[in-house]
């Protein structure tokens, strides 16, 4: 989805967020504690309610025993009794021997598995539909008459015991989630007083002035803000180096355009005062290579503007080929060579791929700017060569001329805005070195300018190869 120009999505809720995110895991928290409490709350109520049932089958079992011909049961009422003060569950009771008829008590009462003598084992189970708590005894009767021992089952339903775990499980729930409750509150209140900072910092910006770019002062903020304070000076530097260049250029613009277009006005005021054609054909000549220096050095106030990277209109870099670029840019300035009998030369040395990363415009732009600024101060019939040859990981371009080249002294200083040095030529701008460095640097390259052997100048442009 595409927001227009000037709406705004809605912003996501930190507080909003945070208080999701601790809800979601403080309840998933407390689940897991409620399945663990009430598992304990259980244990501790059939651990108190099975010392009862302990009790009870240890009086019965010890009131059994076998006569010659019996065995007698004889079962207490204290055996019985604790479950009857106040209960509301049932007891149920069995006497017998193991996998035969019951002596007394009630039938088919859930039997435990493998029993050793005279230990009470407790487990849970089902009977007529209702769920009991069960305790189990094997007792010996150690009579030859009777050589199998009696096992005693004793019995209740579960309601006390629920009642009891369902007390102290929702007891023990109902405080933590108290605390839960309490602890969410003060997460929030602790998050709605740690974003103040980042609230007084983004009423700060809104307040500054439309000019005011000047670096934010990370001040009392949290130390976690501080990247995103980092981030935005970056950005507001990046910015105002862009203005910049756009005043920049401007400014530039509106210094050197103000004269060409002054000699334009008055040559063309010129040729309208005159009465004949002859007379008015030396003026519209004036007049045309006047506008022709307009329009080159407003074209390269535009490649300059366009070279420089705090601009943002560098596109993606692309893969170049570097000698077919310097290869079709002679060709294309052969005409230009032509009018002054220069000797016009390129030379490749192939051995190796010369392709680099970069803006084919842009590349395009320095090799004419290079060629270009060689044919205006090389003497008529002079020579000028280009060549391009790939060594280690770099790939060099190099334009030698046997012109007059420059003074050592001066060689930093042509790489300046409209500096031109006083060999009599007027045609230039002082722009053509200015445009070439720069794009040199957006390409992470480097230029250098040397004497050219036997006399000229060499201009030499490394750049990383791909």
Known sequence: MIARAGSRLPAKSLKRGLAVWLVGVLSALLLVDAWYSYRDALGAANQAYDR???????????????????????????ALELFEAGSSDRVFY???????????????LP?????????????????????????AMLKPLYRTEFPKPVLVILG?????????VQNLFFGEIGRKALLVVVALTVALLATRHAVKPVDRLGKAIRNRPDDDLTPIQAGDLPREVVPLVDAINLHM??????VEARRRFIADAAHQLRTPLAVL?????????????ADMRPAVAAFHRSLGSA?????????????????GLVAPPQSVDLAAA????????????????????????????TTVSGQPLLLREMIANLIDNALQYTPVEGLVTVAVERQADSVYLTVRDNGPGIPAVHRENVFGRFFRLDTGNTLGSGLGLSIVREIVLAHAGEITLADAPGGGLLVSVRLPAT
Not at 237 to 242: F, G, H, V
Not at 295 to 307: D, E, G, M, V
Request: glycine share 6%.
């Open 52 to 78: 009862s049932l302990s009790a009870s089958l240890k009086g019965i079992a010890e009131r059994i025993y076998a006569t010659e011909s019996e065995v007698v049961v004889d079962i207490p009422y204290s």
């Open 94 to 108: 069995s006497v017998g021997h193991p996998g035969e008829a019951t002596i007394t008590g009630y039938d088919e």
């Open 111 to 135: 039997q435990p598995g493998d029993l050793p003598p005279n230990v009470a084992v407790f487990y849970d189970g089902i009977y007529k539909g209702q769920a009991l708590r069960l305790g």
């Open 156 to 164: 209740e339903t579960t309601n006390s015991r629920q009642e009891v």
């Open 237 to 242: 530097d990046r910015i105002e180096r862009m």
């Open 265 to 277: 006005n008055t040559q063309a005021e010129y040729a309208l005062r005159q009465r004949s054609e």
């Open 295 to 311: 329009i080159r050095l407003t074209n390269q106030l535009l490649s300059l503007s366009r070279a420089e990277p705090v601009n």
């Open 326 to 353: 310097a290869r079709d840019m002679v060709v294309e300035l052969l005409p230009l060579a032509a009018r002054k009998q220069i000797d016009l030369g390129y030379e490749e040395h192939a051995d190796l791929p």
